[in-house]
């Protein structure tokens, strides 16, 4: 913060001191009468040394109180005050106003500057765009589904309910990634920000005896959320093994908003993680291949009826997405196609290029080469996807 002040009235007093254009010249310092002119060339002396000094002084003071007011917003009542008053005698420098401005946007860009975590919250659509056709491989279906329900329902006037987006598919062919990406382009701290709450089921909610503090504990967590944030998002990993009293415990919070002044304060979105469906997404997939056709003529219109099917007649281990299903919470099932050989060798350059090692073509497939790949026959999908490829590129460090 001390530094922060001694940049803010450097600066200032270089920029602020001649007002801004157009507007009356700020008064004759108060020291001029005092000393007379000094000769050019003349040294100051002492007298006038301390009248600077002390003029200076109460000016930095009243700089940081407003830059303080306007960062932190306390004591802006006095500040107020104080301004009316200096602009009566001496003037508040209006380009210092204007740099002040810039300059606490700038520290709200590093620090927290409101107590909901509201000014946090960017909404970043082209970028999340942009971080998923570079850094996502083998998910168009994953890709288009997640940027048209985030952009439709962060763009629409009044959304009816929260954003619910069910994600399927093996380990490792992306689920994760997605979910920080949104995180990451929706919030200005991603996963650490306070509007973001992850949960992961065998993690928070690991014993069946204790449900009932579970739920209550969750009910909490995510009201806290949502009455500090006008916006939030909530993931919910392993979501296939939530127990069903703690899946009560959150419908209440997704389903249609009760009064329009609660529409227009809030948008939740909804992120459930599962595995549920990798077989019949990887099924579809390799009956297009086998059939001669590219992956990416799969539609997701045939998968995403595949995989409601199989969750609506799935027994006991597909509780959650039954229930939710069954309460028409999902907006949209986002499946997570297998992924191929040259999808792991993407994988594998961008973990390279992400610690800023060199690579050459062999060594990506090197890397590529020791995963295990199935069916057993074609040997076509990788089963752990691009899970394990960053510790794979270990065995090539220099």
Not at 182 to 196: E, K, M
Not at 329 to 346: A, G
Request: hydrophobic fraction near 40%.
């Amino acid at each position: 913060a001390r530094g922060l002040g001694c940049f803010v009235l450097v600066l200032l007093l270089l920029l602020g001191g001649s007002g801004s254009p157009g507007t009356t010249p700020p008064p004759r310092a108060p020291w001029a009468e005092e000393q007379g002119a000094v000769p050019e060339g003349a040294p100051w002396g002492r007298v006038r040394y301390e009248a600077v000094k002390k003029h200076l002084g109460a000016l930095s003071k009243h700089y940081w109180q407003y830059l303080a007011c306007k960062v932190w917003q306390e004591g802006c009542e006095e500040e107020e005050k104080q301004q009316g008053e200096r602009e009566a005698s001496w003037g508040f420098p209006l380009v210092g106003q204007d740099y002040l401005e810039i300059l606490s946007a700038w520290y709200c860009s590093f620090g927290k500057c409101c107590e909901t975590g509201d000014c946090r919250i960017i909404n970043n659509i082209t970028g999340l765009e942009a971080e998923l056709n570079g850094q996502l491989h083998g998910q168009h279906l994953a890709k288009a589904a997640v940027l048209r329900a985030v952009q439709g329902f962060l763009q629409g006037p009044r959304p009816p309910k929260a954003l619910v987006l069910s994600f399927h598919g093996w380990s490792g062919t992306g689920k994760n990634f997605v979910a920080r990406m949104v995180a990451t382009h929706l919030f200005r701290d991603g996963l650490r920000s306070d509007c973001v709450r992850v949960f992961v089921s065998l993690l928070h909610f690991p014993h069946h005896n204790y449900v009932d503090s579970y739920k209550a504990q969750l009910q909490r967590q995510i009201s806290e959320t949502l009455q500090r944030c006008r916006q939030a998002l909530l993931i919910f990993d392993e979501a296939e093994k939530l127990h069903s009293n703690l899946l009560d415990a959150i419908t209440p919070f997704m389903a249609q908003h009760t009064s329009k002044g609660q529409a227009d304060q809030q948008r939740s979105i909804f992120l459930f993680l599962s595995n549920l469906g990798g077989n019949t997404i990887n099924e579809v997939a390799l009956d297009f291949w086998r059939a001669g056709r590219a992956r990416e003529e799969i539609p997701l219109e045939l998968l995403e009826q595949r995989l409601r099917l199989e969750l609506q007649e799935a027994a006991e281990n597909s509780c959650a997405h039954r229930q939710l299903l069954r309460e028409k919470l999902i907006d949209f099932v986002v499946p997570f196609l297998p992924l191929e050989y040259q999808h792991v060798r993407l994988c594998a350059r961008d973990a390279f290029l992400a610690r800023g090692l060199p690579y050459t073509e062999a060594t990506l497939d090197q890397v590529a080469q020791m995963m295990v790949f199935v069916p057993k026959e074609e040997k076509l999908f990788s089963a752990q996807g691009c899970k394990s490829v960053p510790q794979r590129i270990n065995y090539f460090l220099p």
